[in-house]
């Protein structure tokens, strides 16, 4: 496959931030385009992403110096040379930046090139984006996702009024893609008019979607959750998961958990403790800061067997820190968000490192994202156990829905059996 064009454009994300898009294009005349998600609650590990810093255009967080990274060094050096596959591009990508945390030319530039020619690749090989994901991973599909979606938010997504940044739905009962978002959609809809009643508010979202009103406390959120399940006649169909990310509240004197006082790691375990006794919890994604390595494996040792112990700041999809967290039994499950590494080829060592340790993998949205959904082929192509995607309100996140149900009806796949 020969490049034979390169090319980017500063478009706006789902917070109204820049980010870009790449296109590739082979001299075969197959070509593919990509467009980069970026975070907020983002992990201290992650690979550099590249901004203008310019505070006269958009605070600073400008794309143009990664537009021009694309179509000046990357196309210089790439237009006219031919790769044989993913790694070898990928490959070429790194050495050209040559730096550790591609800090010179950025993580978002990388991922869009990356990205861009899997999209262009899978075209010159006649196949279906997920197909061409699965040919990468070496493995056929057999299953598709389960669903994991944001029902209310707090912390960095939701302006801090709890602590707890999310509380999310699986729709554990489900056998297909179409009837969990028909189970998540009802627990949805009766979540917002709970809302009304109870905070007498119109409905307020989060950067995904998730309902945002002034809870009082976690409790409340725990409460409103499981109400809306019952309400929707969904008891024992749909389960929760939470993302704590908890490196958010935590500094040196400890984790602020309810808004006044620090509490210790041990207690933070306690207190997950008691939520996965008390409520239908299956998953429990940073539920220690990621910093805290020393605790990390007390978190597993209580909770594992109960809960996926997921981690995502603590491991930023980054393959040292998952051997780190396998070697010391930190976590049993990788949440993988692929700009948080930056290439397709190690977000894949970071899927098969997770994998060969026996750990449930998650593959991830941002909070702040584009239409494009390349994200849903990524997650059937390597054969995810789980997607986080966020709500079912924003059109950038139900381009990723919408794309799942295509994907089902071509493949005739059913989803993941679990937590079940
Ligand atoms: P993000 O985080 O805001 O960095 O995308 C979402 C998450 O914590 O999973
Ligand atoms: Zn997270």
């Known amino acids: 496959m020969k490049i034979s064009e390169l090319s980017a454009l500063e478009i706006l994300d789902s917070r109204g931030r820049p980010t870009l898009e790449v296109s590739c294009m082979f001299d075969s005349g197959h070509e593919g385009y990509a467009q980069v998600p970026s975070g907020a609650s983002t992990g201290r590990a992650e690979a550099y992403e590249l901004r203008d810093n310019d505070p006269k255009r958009y605070r600073g967080l400008g794309c143009l110096k990664a537009v021009a990274h694309v179509k000046g060094e990357f196309r210089n050096q790439l237009v006219g040379e031919s790769f044989s596959d993913q790694a070898t591009l990928d490959q070429r990508l790194l050495d050209i930046d040559g730096t550790h945390n591609k800090s010179r030319l950025g993580a978002n530039t990388i991922l869009g090139i990356s990205l861009a020619f899997a999209r262009a690749s899978a075209a010159a090989h006649k196949q279906a984006l997920y197909e061409y994901f699965a040919t990468l991973n070496g493995q056929s599909i057999t299953t598709l996702p389960r669903l994991m979606v944001n029902l209310f938010s707090g912390g960095k997504h939701a302006g801090g009024q709890v602590a707890l940044q999310d509380v999310l739905v699986v729709p554990g009962g489900a056998a297909s893609i179409h009837r969990s978002l028909q189970d998540v959609v009802a627990v949805y809809n009766t979540a917002t008019d709970q809302m009304l009643e109870d905070y007498e508010m119109r409905k307020l979202t989060a950067d995904e979607g998730g309902l945002a009103p ?81 605790h990390w494996p007390q978190l597993t040792a209580t909770l594992g067997e109960r809960c996926l112990t997921l981690g995502d700041d603590l491991l930023c999809t980054n393959p040292e820190r998952i051997q780190k967290a396998i070697d010391i039994k930190a976590c049993n499950a990788l949440l993988l968000k692929v700009n948080q590494i930056g290439t397709l080829t190690e977000a894949l060592q970071a899927l098969k490192l997770a994998r060969r340790a026996g750990w449930h993998v998650t593959i991830s949205a941002r909070s702040g994202e584009t239409e494009d959904n390349w994200l849903a082929d990524l997650a059937v192509g390597w054969s995810a156990d789980q997607i986080k995607v966020g709500s079912i309100n924003q059109s950038e996140r139900l381009a990723k829905y919408n794309r799942l149900l295509a994907i089902e009806r071509d493949l005739e796949r059913g989803v993941v059996s679990w937590p079940a």
Do not use: C
Not at 224 to 241: C, F, K, M, P, T
């Open 214 to 294: 002034a809870f009082p406390n976690i409790d409340a959120m725990f409460k409103g959750a499981i109400r809306a399940i019952n309400v929707a006649g969904l008891s024992g169909d749909v389960q929760l998961a939470l993302d704590v990310a908890a490196s958010h509240f935590y500094s040196d004197a400890g984790y602020i958990l309810n808004g006044r006082d620090s509490i210790n790691a041990t207690e933070m375990i306690e207190t997950m403790g008691a939520w996965a006794h008390q409520y239908p919890i299956v998953s429990i994604e940073d539920g220690l800061a990621e910093d805290d390595w020393s």
